[in-house]
């Protein structure tokens, strides 16, 4: 609902709504609260300016009096304290000559006391330097005591240290007593056991055992023969092994063996030669892998233990690849051919034999150039 306000200086008229309305009322409200306030702040300035002008002037005629009483009554109290003073004086007099005297007294004491003070800690000093003196002695005698101890140990840890010595040097000893046959047999046996590993299972047809037939003067350490199921022999290897102990005056090289092992071979009609070493152990070319020596003597071969396996799995799958021909020429030799064509057949079997064969060990040496290469890389 919208409310007229008439202007009373315009005359105009307004339309204002309810809250408007009330905004104005509240206005003129609080003026004329303002208004009214002022006039009554006003009013009670003025009563209070009344009543503190009346109080400042009883005030004022009370002060008068009571200071009129005031100074009556310290006159009085100057005559009171002049009287008091006089007392004070002679008491004061008398307190001081008795403190001095108390206090000759005290001075007396306290160098009694001090002196008696001094006694005892001249008596305490003693005590505790004869004491001192007395754990002196103790820590010498126990110094004393505790050197000959430490010395007496170490006497004793010296003798361990002395007999540790003499059974080292003495184990020592007896490791440089070992053979090289004894050491050689070590290797030995590792190989023979990393063969017995795989026997059952990729070495059906095959033998692996001690060369113990010196009837020519010599022997090999291990030969390793294969054959097919009709019996024919596919590969025949003859090992050696060599190993070294570490206080050996003469270290020993792998060229010192190859010569005779390359006897051995010939004499027991084996393929291959094959040298297990473990000597020059520092040596780059025979630590790369699988070393083949052929430009010394044919169909031999140096490796360390680990490649003892592989070798022979090389070598076996380059013989097996040749297996058919020597089948075929073993078939022929068994046949009964006629006298005639026997020269001419033979001839031809020889010479397919000799091509398939050198193919064969050209595609064999490829293979082991590229093992070699990959080991070598690896």
Same mark, same amino acid.
């Given at each position: =609902?919208? +409310? ?43 009563? !209070? ?11 004022? +005629? ?43 007294? @005290?001075? *007396? ?17 003693? /005590?505790?330097?004869?004491? *001192? ?29 002395? *007999? ?5 040097? *003495? /184990? #020592?000893? =007896?490791? $440089? /007593? ?18 017995? #590993? ?7 047809? $095959? ?30 290897? =003859? ?8 206080? @050996? ?49 044919? !169909? ?32 022929? /030799? ?6 005639? +064509? ?13 091509? +398939? ?22």
């Amino acid at each position: =609902m919208a +409310n007229q306000i008439i202007c009373p200086h315009c005359k105009k008229t307004f339309q204002v709504d309810q809250a408007g309305y009330a905004e104005i009322l509240s206005q003129v409200r609080n003026h004329e609260f303002e208004q009214e306030l002022e006039q009554r702040s006003a009013l009670a300035s003025r009563e !209070k300016q009344d009543a503190l002008s009346l109080a400042e002037a009883k005030a004022k +005629n009370q002060m008068q009096a009571g200071l009129a009483k005031k100074e009556a009554e310290l006159a009085d109290l100057r005559s009171q304290n002049e009287n008091l003073m006089i007392k004070l004086t002679a008491e004061k007099d008398q307190e001081i000559s008795r403190l001095k005297a108390q206090i000759d007294s @005290t001075e *007396l004491n306290k160098k009694l006391a001090i002196s008696q003070a001094l006694a005892s800690l001249e008596k305490e000093k003693d /005590r505790l330097t004869g004491e *001192l003196k007395i754990r002196d002695s103790e820590k010498k005698l126990l110094e004393s005591s505790l050197k000959e101890k430490y010395q007496a140990e170490l006497k004793t840890k010296d003798d361990i240290i002395r *007999l540790k010595e003499e059974e080292i040097a *003495l /184990r #020592k000893e =007896m490791k $440089a /007593r070992l053979s090289t046959k004894m050491l050689g047999e070590t290797l030995e046996q590792h190989c023979e056991m990393e063969f017995e #590993k795989l026997r059952a299972t990729g070495f059906q047809n $095959a033998s692996f055992g001690k060369d113990n037939d010196a009837s020519e003067g010599s022997k090999g350490d291990y030969i390793y023969r294969e054959f097919d199921q009709n019996g024919n022999e596919v590969i025949s290897i =003859m090992f050696e092994m060599k190993n070294e102990a570490d206080q @050996t005056a003469t270290k020993k090289k792998n060229d010192d063996f190859l010569a005779k092992l390359d006897q051995d071979r010939t004499k027991k009609g084996c393929e291959y030669a094959v040298l297990v070493s473990l000597l020059e152990p520092d040596s780059e070319l025979y630590n790369t892998g699988i070393i083949d020596v052929s430009h010394l003597f044919p !169909k031999m071969y140096v490796i360390r233990p680990q490649f003892f396996i592989p070798i022979i799995t090389l070598l076996r799958n380059a013989a097996q690849r040749t297996m058919g021909y020597k089948a075929e020429l073993a078939q022929v /030799r068994a046949q009964n051919i006629d006298i005639s +064509n026997f020269e001419e057949n033979l001839e031809i079997a020889k010479q397919a034999f000799a091509r +398939n064969y050198d193919l064969g060990k050209r595609k064999f040496q490829t293979a082991i150039e590229g093992i070699d290469k990959t080991i070598r890389q690896l």
